[in-house]
Structure formats: structure tokens, C-alpha cells
């Protein structure tokens, strides 16, 4: 299509700003501009929550209808004056930030969760990203999102009448989404082309306007490109791995060439999870060509500014490539420049590290991203040690807990979140603008009585109650009643019945078949007159995983039992909207993957803004977020070092869970005092909410980026000019060349019960002293900690040309407990990431 098919439509005069309004995604989280929607078109706007859509679907009449009435034009110079004092604030980036990024920071994902109106997401990772760039334009820090316009997107979900998942890909049409094509200097569309396999890909680009933020997308249905190309980006997380090499071939090479030929030349670039890989040798190759250098050379230079973030629990979780497909796809690319498949799986594999040849290995995406970064981080406590679990094996003889892998916990965009009952309690408690700065770790919740708080959380499952009977209805409870009419509809839901509500992928590892591991003593918990409980379950299994569709099919069969029906609901078709209705009307949210599995589970977070309680596993965010205060933890600390590939704890888990909802979760909602107030369940809902808001925000994740990351990145960044690049690949080939002959001379120790005098006599085969660190290592044990200590060099040895003396004084342990070794040394560097060489005493 040309451009001009992608014109917007004409407006009246008076209404003209409705376009940007409708285009920027902000009305996602701020919902000052919903009741302009809703005068425009209520059924579309109630139906799809997308104003660019009824914004386009009006017609004229009822607009200029609307330029005339008062009421409506009053709303209107509002929103748009509000919009104005927006984009024109003063942020927590422009007046508190400790530094400058400089021409900002370049974020690459697969997908992005902003709204169910822009379908471009699947699950966790994508909402993340979603509320990550929602956060920065809070805060104001310059982002540019890249990621790819899918034209079917995450399928769209059925059950069938034997509780079979179905999928459906619904095309989605550009012009009725809220993204407009990005348009360059001269009006003309912006398009890259990407090298392929005896032909170039064309791409073309659209804009997504996110607050503050810009989130650029790419898709390939060009029509001047072949049919099996158009449809390179049709579907998000396609189970063909070529299908999935040239999505990652298109929003990496394709993504940081839309920069490019932007003008945009991001100071630090941050890749969410490894299918953006290619991306950083694109970036790369770009330094390459500007400077004139070698590619190595160019990757020296440009990896202090690129950070990797991972979200993968195991090492299968990341995509893998074979060389023949690498050879189809990427020769074309990497030949102009000199640079071959061979050296890009070099870049991908062990042998990146351990210095040999990969013959016959895959490109690991995860791994190639690794070996192009500086800084690489897992997404909470628990997950960093996952994480140097995983690419332990890529650093030979280097301790897990040595492997540089850093973490910062997710975080959710609060204000995506909160329901208009929290909203207004949590205004009168901190103010309106608790969200859009720095937010204090605790926001005093004194203000708000108990009977307030109480019926902030009635009115919110009331309207959850509600919400699912209707979806009960569309998804033709009629049709298909099973046992009960009523029930299959919704109508035997309560509203004054502890809501527990479950709603994730479907797959094994996340459990969520735990309450089934002993039915009967679910339904016991399900069939109590004085107690009763009801479930809320949504969730998607991915088309190739049979496991997670049995997980659904047993749930629904289970929902259909005579003595079950009307207790237990699957709403089907889960999205952003099934989520914000759950997230802000359940009791109780449980999550309950398999320890140490859950990377974080952000899921939990969203409740917590609404007065939500979590019933988690003690795993991902919620093992640090956990005391007895705030919710209740199945198997609380439980240690990393459990096998992670064994079922085994998945009995005794539902034990435990059926035994927290029996004697804790379930008699304390239940437990009220004369007035009819669940006192001690209120005060749970006060911690909850005061303690770990504001800490498991998006807000405070985005600048924990900042101030940790991207800043001192973007200064170590400023050190890598191409005299220094080339220098310290000089002396990194230096060293290469001189460690296989490095070794130690003698190993001493003198000392008492409490303190001993180790030396060691180290020879250095000529290389600089000042780049060689000498550290004695004690693993944990019954004598203490593990630590590593500095061992100082006292002097060279006269006798011996390039030899010299190291000592260090530490608590006395037994003979063999102390190690000496030997690493590199360079502060331009984050070691053992970019130079993992080390040498230990045999």
C-alpha cells in the first residue's frame, strides 16, 4: 500500500487534536481522555479500548455533532491542554538525574505488551517491555524502542466443547491500530532493507508513541517483497526455526539499521533477551565502517555500551541456530563486510571463550549477545544465580558465583494497574502524582481506615464478578451449559466469596495444575457453606506444547463436575484486558512454578497496587518480597542448589499450598469482628500495599537501570575511542599469546589458630605486573564464607627474570581450604566477561 492509504481521515477544525491523542498510547495508563472515547463511539471503545480505532470508526456526523456540544468541547480543550503540560513537564530525568545519556538509549525486544488494542505480545517478557517504556516516559528518560509489527500477532485462543485449546490469528489491520508509518525528513515512509539469501527484504517502518517514549516497528509485508517474505513477521514466536532466524534477522540487523538511518545513534543499547542479538554485530559493523577498523576492533569499542538482559531460566530456553541455516542467511549479510558465519558461532558458542574452533556447534543467540556486551543481568535475586548457573560452563574454570551476572528485579507500571477504587485511595493517601516521580520505598497508608480499604476491595470484586459473567456470556455459556445454565454463565459467582485467582502461560514448569494434584481436597474447599472459595483461571498454552493444553483440558474438565460448576471459570482468550480486570478484583493470587524455575513472575506484582494478597512459591521476586506480613510463601527458603530438572517437591508443594489455604488464607479472609471487618486480613492488605508497591514498581526498576547501568556504561562507553579500542585488543592478544606459559614457582603458609601469611611466587612470562591480579580463594564451608582476597605483590625475585612475590594475610582455616589464582587485571574492563582468563595453583 502506498502511503496515503495510511492517511488519517479527515476531522472537524475544533476537533483536530483528537489525533494525537488517539496516537499516543499514553490513554493506556492515563485514563484522563476515556470519557472522549466513550462519547465518540461507547460500544467500540467499551469493546476494543482502542481510541485510534473510534477515533476512525466514528462517523462524521456524530463528530461534528460533538464539535458543537459544550460539554464535550470543555473535555476535550482539557485532555488536550493536559496532554500539553505532559509532553512539556519537567521530568525526574531533566532535573534529578545524577548524569546524561546522550543520545539516549536504543531497547530491543520481540515483543511489547502497551495495550490489547496493539496485539504484539505474548506473555511476561512482552509486558515487561511494555511497562518499562511506559515507566521511562514517566520519568523521562530517552528511550527508543525497537521492535516488529506482527500482522497476526500471538494467537488468539478458544476452548472447544472437550476443553481443547484453539488457535486463531486474526489479521491485524495497521490503519486500525494506534501506530502511524514513520515518515522521514520529506514526508516519504521510512523502509530498510535487510540482505537475504539472493534477495533483499524490504521493511517498513512504523511509529508507536508511548508517552514520552517512541517504540519503532518493523514489518515485512511489503508488497514489492516475495510471498514467503511478506509474511516473515505474521506471527509472533512461530515454531519454524528459519521462520525465526529471519525475524531475528529483521529486528536486529533491520532494527539498528532503522536507527541508523534515522540519525539516531543511541549512547547505550539494551537488548531484552537474546533473539536481539544480532543487533550489537550490526551496531558493530556500523562502528566499523564509521572508524575504518577491524571488526574486533570495532567490538571492543562498542560492547561497554551494550547491556543484556535475560529472562531464561535454562539453558534450553534459548534460541539455538545451525550452521547450515546460518550460512543460507547471514553470508549475504556478513560478506560485505569480511566477516564470516564461522567467526559469528565463534561469537555464539563456548569456543567464544575458551579460545577454540566451534566445529559443528549452533549460534547461541543467548551467548552471542553475552560475548557483544559489557554488562549482562538476570531479572531478580534468585535469577542471577540461575543465570551464572547457565553460562558457568562458557567461563572454564571460573567459579558460578564469580560469573559477572548482575540483577535487577522487575518492576510493573502502577499506574497501567491500579484500579480506579486504588487510584483513589492511594491519591488521598500519597497525592496525584505519587507515579510519575522517584517513589519513597513505603507511602504511608495511615489515612485510610479499614473500612475504607474494606470497601475499596468489595467494590472491586464486585465489578470482577461482573466483568467475568459477561465474558462467561461471549464465550457462549448458552450454547454449551454443560450440567448448570446459571453456573456455566457466572451467575452462581459471589461476590462476598474469596476469590482466588490464577492466570499465566499453561506449561509444565509453572504448575498450574498444583490444586489438581489432590481434587479432593479441592473440592472439600470449594463445597464449604461457611467458608467457600471460588477459582479464576485464564491463561494461553503455546501451540506446540501438548503438556500445557492437556494442563487446560483437565481444568475445564474439572470445572464441569456437577459439584464444581459455577466455582471454578476459564476465561478464555487471555490478554492485557483479561488481566487488568483479574489483577484488580482477586483476593488472592497464586503462583506456583517449580523452584528456582520462575525468572521473576511480575504477575504477582500487579496485584499489589489493588489490594491484591499473593500465595506465591518462594521463587523469582517474591522470595525477596515475602514475610509473614504480606502474604504467604509455599516453602519459604528454599535453596537454589535443588535439582531443577526433578519433579519431586510437586507433592509436597500442594500439601503445603492446600495446607495454606485451609489454615491461614481461607479462616483469615473469614475471620471478622462484629462490624463484619477481616481486621488482621486488612492489615496484611495495608503492608502489602505500603511495603512493596512502590519497590516492585516499574519506576524504580527503570532508574535502578540508570543509575546502575546505563550511566556508568555510558561513561566506560566515552574510554572506548578507536586508539583505546585498539590498544586494549593489543594487549588482550598480548596476553593470550603469553598466559599458556604463566605458572606458580611456590605456595607458603605461616600463621597461628587465627590469622595465617600466605605467599606465592608467581611467574609472569613478561607480561605487565599492573595487569595480572593474584587472589586467594576459600570456598564456603564450616570455617565460614567463601572469599576471595587480594594478595598484594611485595617485590620481583632477583633470582628469576619476571618473577615476583605476592602475599595476603587471612583467618586461619585448614591446609587446603585456600587457593591461589591468577586473572587479569584491567579497570577498562568488566572482567571475567572480556577477558576470562584465569590460572589456579594445581
Same mark, same amino acid.
Given at each position: 500500500?502506498?502511503l496515503?492509504?495510511?492517511?488519517?481521515r479527515?476531522?472537524p477544525?475544533?476537533l483536530?487534536?483528537?489525533f494525537?491523542?488517539?496516537? *499516543?498510547?499514553?490513554?493506556?495508563?492515563?485514563?484522563?481522555?476515556?470519557?472522549?472515547?466513550?462519547?465518540?463511539?461507547?460500544?467500540?471503545?467499551?469493546?476494543?479500548?482502542?481510541?485510534?480505532?473510534?477515533?476512525?470508526?466514528?462517523?462524521?456526523?456524530?463528530?461534528?455533532?460533538? =464539535?458543537?456540544?459544550?460539554?464535550?468541547?470543555?473535555?476535550?480543550?482539557?485532555?488536550? +491542554?493536559?496532554?500539553?503540560?505532559?509532553?512539556?513537564?519537567?521530568?525526574?530525568?531533566?532535573?534529578?538525574?545524577?548524569?546524561?545519556?546522550?543520545?539516549?538509549?536504543?531497547?530491543?525486544?520481540?515483543?511489547y505488551?502497551i495495550?490489547?488494542?496493539l496485539?504484539?505480545?505474548?506473555?511476561?517478557?512482552?509486558?515487561? =517491555?511494555?511497562?518499562?517504556?511506559?515507566?521511562?516516559?514517566?520519568?523521562?528518560?530517552?528511550?527508543? +524502542?525497537?521492535?516488529?509489527?506482527?500482522?497476526?500477532?500471538?494467537?488468539?485462543?478458544?476452548?472447544?466443547?472437550?476443553?481443547?485449546?484453539?488457535?486463531? @490469528?486474526?489479521?491485524?489491520?495497521?490503519?486500525?491500530?494506534?501506530?502511524?508509518?514513520?515518515?522521514?525528513v520529506?514526508?516519504?515512509?521510512?523502509?530498510?532493507?535487510?540482505?537475504?539469501?539472493?534477495r533483499?527484504v524490504?521493511?517498513?517502518?512504523?511509529?508507536?508513541?508511548?508517552?514520552?517514549?517512541?517504540?519503532?516497528?518493523?514489518?515485512?509485508?511489503?508488497p514489492?517483497?516475495?510471498?514467503?517474505?511478506?509474511?516473515?513477521?505474521?506471527?509472533? @514466536?512461530?515454531?519454524?526455526?528459519?521462520?525465526?532466524?529471519?525475524?531475528?534477522m529483521?529486528?536486529?540487523?533491520?532494527?539498528?539499521?532503522?536507527?541508523?538511518?534515522?540519525?539516531?545513534?543511541?549512547?547505550?543499547?539494551?537488548?531484552?533477551?537474546?533473539?536481539?542479538?544480532?543487533a550489537?554485530?550490526?551496531?558493530?559493523?556500523?562502528?566499523?565502517?564509521?572508524?575504518?577498523t577491524?571488526?574486533?576492533?570495532?567490538?571492543?569499542?562498542?560492547?561497554?555500551t551494550?547491556?543484556?538482559?535475560?529472562?531464561?531460566?535454562?539453558?534450553?530456553?534459548?534460541?539455538?541456530?545451525?550452521?547450515?541455516?546460518?550460512?543460507?542467511y547471514?553470508?549475504?549479510?556478513?560478506?560485505?563486510?569480511?566477516?564470516?558465519?564461522?567467526?559469528?558461532?565463534?561469537?555464539?558458542?563456548?569456543?567464544?571463550i575458551?579460545?577454540?574452533? =566451534?566445529?559443528?556447534?549452533?549460534?547461541n543467540?543467548?551467548?552471542?549477545?553475552?560475548?557483544?556486551?559489557?554488562?549482562?543481568?538476570?531479572?531478580?535475586?534468585?535469577?542471577?544465580?540461575?543465570?551464572q548457573?547457565?553460562?558457568?560452563?562458557?567461563?572454564?574454570r571460573?567459579?558460578?558465583?564469580?560469573?559477572?551476572?548482575?540483577?535487577?528485579?522487575?518492576?510493573?507500571h502502577?499506574?497501567?494497574?491500579?484500579?480506579?477504587?486504588?487510584?483513589?485511595?492511594?491519591?488521598?493517601?500519597?497525592?496525584?502524582?505519587?507515579?510519575?516521580?522517584?517513589?519513597?520505598?513505603?507511602?504511608?497508608?495511615? =489515612?485510610?481506615?479499614?473500612? *475504607?480499604?474494606?470497601?475499596?476491595?468489595?467494590?472491586?470484586?464486585?465489578?470482577?464478578?461482573?466483568?467475568?459473567?459477561?465474558?462467561?456470556?461471549?464465550?457462549?455459556?448458552?450454547?454449551?451449559?454443560?450440567?448448570?445454565?446459571a453456573?456455566?454463565?457466572?451467575?452462581?459467582?459471589?461476590?462476598?466469596?474469596?476469590?482466588?485467582?490464577?492466570?499465566?502461560?499453561?506449561?509444565?514448569?509453572?504448575?498450574?495444575?498444583?490444586?489438581?494434584?489432590d481434587?479432593?481436597?479441592?473440592?472439600?474447599?470449594?463445597?464449604?457453606?461457611?467458608?467457600?472459595?471460588?477459582i479464576?483461571?485464564?491463561?494461553?498454552?503455546?501451540?506446540?506444547?501438548?503438556?500445557?493444553?492437556?494442563?487446560?483440558?483437565?481444568?475445564?474438565?474439572?470445572?464441569?463436575?456437577?459439584?464444581?460448576?459455577?466455582?471454578?471459570?476459564?476465561?478464555?482468550? @487471555?490478554?492485557?484486558?483479561?488481566?487488568?480486570?483479574?489483577?484488580?478484583?482477586? *483476593?488472592?493470587?497464586?503462583?506456583?512454578?517449580?523452584?528456582?524455575?520462575?525468572?521473576?513472575?511480575?504477575?504477582?506484582?500487579?496485584?499489589?497496587?489493588?489490594?491484591?494478597?499473593?500465595?506465591?512459591?518462594?521463587?523469582?521476586?517474591?522470595?525477596? +518480597?515475602?514475610?509473614?506480613?504480606?502474604?504467604?510463601?509455599?516453602?519459604?527458603?528454599?535453596?537454589?542448589?535443588?535439582l531443577?530438572?526433578?519433579?519431586?517437591?510437586?507433592?509436597?508443594?500442594?500439601?503445603?499450598?492446600?495446607?495454606?489455604?485451609?489454615?491461614?488464607?481461607?479462616?483469615?479472609?473469614?475471620?471478622?469482628?462484629?462490624?463484619?471487618?477481616?481486621?488482621?486480613?486488612?492489615?496484611?492488605?495495608?503492608?502489602?500495599?505500603?511495603?512493596?508497591?512502590?519497590?516492585?514498581?516499574?519506576?524504580?526498576?527503570?532508574?535502578?537501570?540508570?543509575?546502575?547501568?546505563?550511566?556508568?556504561?555510558?561513561?566506560?562507553?566515552?574510554?572506548?575511542?578507536?586508539?583505546? +579500542?585498539?590498544?586494549i585488543?593489543?594487549?588482550?592478544?598480548?596476553?593470550?599469546k603469553?598466559?599458556?606459559?604463566?605458572?606458580?614457582?611456590?605456595?607458603?603458609?605461616?600463621?597461628?589458630?587465627?590469622?595465617?601469611?600466605?605467599?606465592?611466587?608467581?611467574?609472569?612470562?613478561?607480561?605487565?605486573?599492573?595487569?595480572?591480579?593474584?587472589?586467594?580463594?576459600?570456598?564456603?564451608?564450616?570455617?565460614?564464607?567463601?572469599?576471595?582476597t587480594?594478595?598484594?605483590?611485595?617485590?620481583?625475585?632477583?633470582?628469576?627474570?619476571h618473577?615476583?612475590l605476592?602475599?595476603?594475610?587471612?583467618?586461619s582455616?585448614?591446609?587446603?581450604?585456600?587457593?591461589?589464582?591468577?586473572?587479569?587485571?584491567?579497570?577498562?574492563?568488566?572482567?571475567?566477561?572480556?577477558?576470562?582468563?584465569?590460572?589456579?595453583?594445581?
Amino acid at each position: 500500500m502506498t502511503l496515503a492509504a495510511y492517511s488519517p481521515r479527515s476531522l472537524p477544525e475544533a476537533l483536530s487534536g483528537l489525533f494525537q491523542l488517539a496516537l *499516543d498510547l499514553r490513554w493506556t495508563w492515563h485514563h484522563g481522555s476515556d470519557e472522549l472515547w466513550r462519547a465518540l463511539d461507547e460500544e467500540t471503545w467499551e469493546t476494543t479500548r482502542n481510541a485510534w480505532l473510534v477515533l476512525n470508526s466514528v462517523s462524521w456526523d456524530r463528530l461534528e455533532e460533538l =464539535a458543537e456540544e459544550p460539554s464535550f468541547q470543555e473535555r476535550y480543550r482539557e485532555q488536550v +491542554a493536559a496532554h500539553h503540560q505532559f509532553v512539556h513537564a519537567n521530568t525526574w530525568y531533566s532535573d534529578d538525574c545524577t548524569g546524561d545519556l546522550g543520545q539516549g538509549v536504543a531497547y530491543f525486544c520481540m515483543e511489547y505488551g502497551i495495550s490489547e488494542s496493539l496485539p504484539l505480545y505474548s506473555g511476561g517478557l512482552g509486558v515487561l =517491555a511494555g511497562d518499562y517504556l511506559k515507566a521511562a516516559s514517566d520519568l523521562g528518560v530517552p528511550v527508543t +524502542a525497537v521492535g516488529l509489527l506482527y500482522q497476526q500477532g500471538y494467537f488468539r485462543q478458544a476452548i472447544s466443547n472437550d476443553g481443547e485449546q484453539l488457535e486463531f @490469528y486474526p489479521y491485524n489491520d495497521p490503519t486500525m491500530l494506534p501506530v502511524s508509518p514513520l515518515r522521514d525528513v520529506d514526508g516519504q515512509w521510512v523502509r530498510v532493507v535487510v540482505p537475504f539469501p539472493g534477495r533483499s527484504v524490504r521493511l517498513r517502518a512504523w511509529k508507536a508513541q508511548v508517552g514520552r517514549c517512541q517504540l519503532l516497528l518493523l514489518d515485512s509485508n511489503d508488497p514489492r517483497n516475495e510471498p514467503g517474505d511478506r509474511g516473515i513477521t505474521s506471527e509472533l @514466536y512461530t515454531g519454524d526455526p528459519e521462520k525465526r532466524l529471519q525475524q531475528e534477522m529483521v529486528l536486529g540487523i533491520g532494527g539498528w539499521r532503522l536507527l541508523s538511518q534515522l540519525r539516531i545513534n543511541p549512547t547505550v543499547c539494551h537488548l531484552n533477551e537474546g533473539h536481539c542479538a544480532l543487533a550489537l554485530i550490526e551496531r558493530a559493523l556500523s562502528w566499523q565502517q564509521e572508524h575504518q577498523t577491524d571488526f574486533e576492533t570495532a567490538r571492543t569499542a562498542t560492547r561497554a555500551t551494550n547491556l543484556f538482559t535475560t529472562h531464561t531460566s535454562v539453558a534450553s530456553g534459548f534460541d539455538h541456530f545451525p550452521r547450515s541455516l546460518l550460512r543460507l542467511y547471514l553470508a549475504p549479510w556478513l560478506e560485505a563486510w569480511d566477516l564470516t558465519t564461522e567467526q559469528l558461532v565463534n561469537l555464539g558458542s563456548e569456543s567464544a571463550i575458551a579460545g577454540v574452533d =566451534a566445529d559443528g556447534q549452533c549460534l547461541n543467540m543467548a551467548l552471542l549477545a553475552l560475548n557483544m556486551s559489557g554488562r549482562i543481568n538476570g531479572v531478580s535475586r534468585i535469577h542471577q544465580k540461575a543465570s551464572q548457573r547457565i553460562f558457568q560452563p562458557f567461563f572454564p574454570r571460573w567459579p558460578a558465583e564469580d560469573i559477572p551476572t548482575d540483577f535487577v528485579t522487575n518492576g510493573v507500571h502502577t499506574p497501567s494497574w491500579d484500579s480506579p477504587e486504588s487510584d483513589a485511595v492511594w491519591t488521598r493517601a500519597c497525592g496525584k502524582d505519587r507515579w510519575r516521580h522517584p517513589l519513597q520505598l513505603s507511602c504511608p497508608m495511615s =489515612a485510610v481506615s479499614d473500612d *475504607d480499604l474494606w470497601e475499596m476491595r468489595r467494590l472491586q470484586r464486585n465489578r470482577l464478578i461482573h466483568y467475568l459473567r459477561r465474558r462467561l456470556s461471549g464465550q457462549h455459556c448458552e450454547q454449551n451449559p454443560a450440567n448448570n445454565h446459571a453456573a456455566a454463565c457466572g451467575l452462581l459467582l459471589d461476590h462476598e466469596t474469596l476469590t482466588l485467582g490464577f492466570a499465566r502461560r499453561f506449561t509444565e514448569y509453572k504448575r498450574p495444575d498444583l490444586l489438581l494434584k489432590d481434587q479432593e481436597r479441592l473440592l472439600r474447599l470449594l463445597a464449604s457453606r461457611d467458608q467457600p472459595l471460588q477459582i479464576v483461571l485464564a491463561g494461553k498454552a503455546h501451540p506446540y506444547d501438548h503438556r500445557g493444553k492437556e494442563i487446560i483440558r483437565r481444568w475445564k474438565a474439572f470445572s464441569r463436575r456437577p459439584d464444581v460448576e459455577g466455582k471454578v471459570v476459564f476465561i478464555e482468550d @487471555y490478554d492485557l484486558g483479561v488481566a487488568s480486570q483479574l489483577i484488580q478484583g482477586v *483476593d488472592v493470587w497464586l503462583n506456583s512454578p517449580r523452584h528456582p524455575w520462575e525468572a521473576c513472575g511480575t504477575s504477582g506484582m500487579k496485584v499489589l497496587v489493588n489490594g491484591g494478597l499473593n500465595l506465591s512459591q518462594y521463587d523469582g521476586w517474591w522470595a525477596e +518480597a515475602w514475610n509473614a506480613d504480606v502474604g504467604w510463601a509455599i516453602r519459604p527458603g528454599a535453596t537454589f542448589e535443588e535439582l531443577r530438572s526433578s519433579n519431586e517437591h510437586d507433592l509436597a508443594d500442594s500439601r503445603e499450598l492446600f495446607d495454606l489455604l485451609e489454615h491461614q488464607v481461607i479462616p483469615g479472609f473469614y475471620d471478622v469482628d462484629r462490624q463484619g471487618l477481616p481486621r488482621k486480613w486488612l492489615q496484611q492488605i495495608r503492608a502489602s500495599m505500603d511495603r512493596l508497591t512502590a519497590t516492585y514498581s516499574a519506576n524504580r526498576m527503570v532508574r535502578e537501570y540508570v543509575e546502575r547501568f546505563y550511566l556508568p556504561m555510558a561513561e566506560q562507553g566515552k574510554l572506548r575511542s578507536p586508539e583505546t +579500542a585498539a590498544e586494549i585488543l593489543g594487549e588482550q592478544r598480548e596476553l593470550r599469546k603469553r598466559w599458556p606459559h604463566l605458572r606458580f614457582s611456590s605456595f607458603h603458609v605461616t600463621g597461628s589458630d587465627d590469622n595465617q601469611t600466605y605467599t606465592v611466587e608467581v611467574y609472569l612470562d613478561g607480561i605487565d605486573e599492573q595487569r595480572i591480579a593474584v587472589e586467594l580463594v576459600a570456598e564456603a564451608s564450616e570455617y565460614g564464607p567463601r572469599t576471595v582476597t587480594a594478595m598484594p605483590m611485595q617485590h620481583p625475585l632477583s633470582g628469576s627474570a619476571h618473577s615476583y612475590l605476592y602475599e595476603c594475610s587471612v583467618p586461619s582455616r585448614p591446609e587446603g581450604h585456600y587457593t591461589p589464582r591468577l586473572r587479569v587485571c584491567d579497570e577498562r574492563l568488566n572482567l571475567p566477561l572480556e577477558n576470562p582468563a584465569v590460572l589456579w595453583l594445581k
